[in-house]
Every structure is written in structure tokens, then in C-alpha cells.
């Protein structure tokens, strides 16, 4: 297949469009120091976190070597970071290496007359998105008191069962276990589960 007619790659076609913007390359050394410093540690405590010579970090810091990948790794084991974060620039006001784990039935829970919300990635503040599994409890728009809007984006996922997506601009659209759906949260939109047993959707909904 000729390089014209080869199908581009979604990060192309992306690209494309608009959605993603080039990030300059990152100075290795001076990222490094950046994270040791935000940790308050000297040249010799990082080293020993690390396992590698003071000299070799000072290289590295000062751009005077080309570290092996063996070292990189254990520098970002040493940071308590991955490898992929050393390359990574830091965005403002964002804590490196933030993470939490919402085990099986663990989320917390939120009732309503139509769903039953279970917030996922609770424990985390300054979130850029707010994650939650639901239990579709609605059978028919008529449940609703009028569209549900708020600010955002929101990514829609069917886990078990089969819904029917309403939303106001488009037609109603049925969707079974595995079907997605991307939409503006800001236009009006209601899901009713059409399944015998309540139906399960992962929602995620953008909060930047």
C-alpha cells in the first residue's frame, strides 16, 4: 500500500484537526534537577535514591551524558516517578505522579430517581475529569424532569444491558454493551436503560 493511500494514525489525524499541539522537546538534565530540587534533596541524596554515582547524576544534570535506559530507570525509580515523566514538562498547579484506585463497589455512592452514580477517582482533588459508573434506573424520557445540561464534555460507555441515548439535536440512538458515545455536555441529553434488569454505563465527564 502506496504512503497516499495508507490509512493515517488516529495521533495524524488528530494532529490534523487541531486536537493536539507540538510540545517542544524536554532538557533531560534540567528536568531532573527540577525534580530533585522540588523534593529538597542534594545531589548525594538523589544519587543514593537512585543508586548511581553522584558524579554520573551531576553529568546527567548538566547535560554532559547521555544516560542508558538501565539508568533512567533508575532514576525514575529513585524519584518515585515513570520513566515517561522524566520527559514529561510539568503542568502548573499539577502534583506529579497523582494517583488513586477505586476498587469494585468501593466508589461513592449517589441515588437519584433516574440513575444511581457511583463516583470513581474520588479521593482526588483538582481532577481535570470526573470518572463515575451508573446504574440506569429510567425506563422512559417521561422519568426526566426536562434534558439534563452541565458545562464539559462527557465520554459515555455501555458496560452491561442495552440503553437508548436522547439527546437535543440528534435522533435517539439505542446502544448495547461495548458502544461509546462522545458528546457536549452542555447540549440536553437523558439516558433510559432498555434492558429488563437496570443497564450500567461508564460516564466521564471533563471538568476543565
Known amino acids: 500500500m502506496s504512503a497516499e493511500t495508507r490509512r493515517p494514525s488516529l495521533i495524524q489525524l488528530a494532529r490534523e484537526n487541531g486536537e493536539t499541539e507540538a510540545v517542544p522537546p524536554v532538557d533531560l538534565g534540567a ?8 523534593r529538597s534533596w542534594t545531589l548525594e541524596q538523589a ?15 548538566n547535560g554532559q551524558m547521555s544516560p542508558t535506559y538501565d539508568a533512567l530507570k533508575k532514576l525514575a525509580v529513585g524519584l518515585e516517578i515513570s ?6 514538562p ?10 488513586t484506585v477505586t476498587k469494585s463497589g468501593e466508589g461513592r455512592g449517589q441515588a437519584t430517581t433516574t440513575y444511581e452514580h457511583e463516583l470513581l477517582g474520588d479521593a482526588l ?6 470518572p463515575y459508573r451508573a ?16 458545562d464539559g464534555e462527557e465520554f459515555l460507555y455501555v458496560l452491561t444491558g442495552m440503553i437508548r441515548l436522547y439527546t437535543e439535536f440528534y435522533e435517539p440512538v439505542e446502544m448495547r454493551r461495548g458502544d461509546s458515545a462522545y458528546y457536549d455536555a452542555t447540549m440536553g441529553h ?7 434488569e437496570d ?3 461508564l460516564w466521564v465527564t471533563s471538568l476543565a
Open 31 to 38: 528536568r531532573v534537577r527540577e525534580l530533585r530540587k522540588a
Open 47 to 61: 544519587a543514593s535514591q537512585a543508586g548511581l554515582a553522584r558524579s554520573t547524576l551531576s553529568k546527567i544534570e
Open 83 to 88: 520513566v515517561p515523566q522524566l520527559f514529561t
Open 90 to 99: 510539568p503542568v502548573a498547579g499539577q502534583i506529579n505522579g497523582r494517583m
Open 125 to 130: 482533588r483538582k481532577k481535570q475529569m470526573l
Open 135 to 150: 446504574k440506569v434506573r429510567a425506563r422512559r424520557m417521561e422519568e426526566f424532569d426536562g434534558w439534563v445540561r452541565h
Open 190 to 196: 437523558n439516558v433510559v436503560s432498555l434492558s429488563d
Open 199 to 201: 443497564a450500567t454505563i
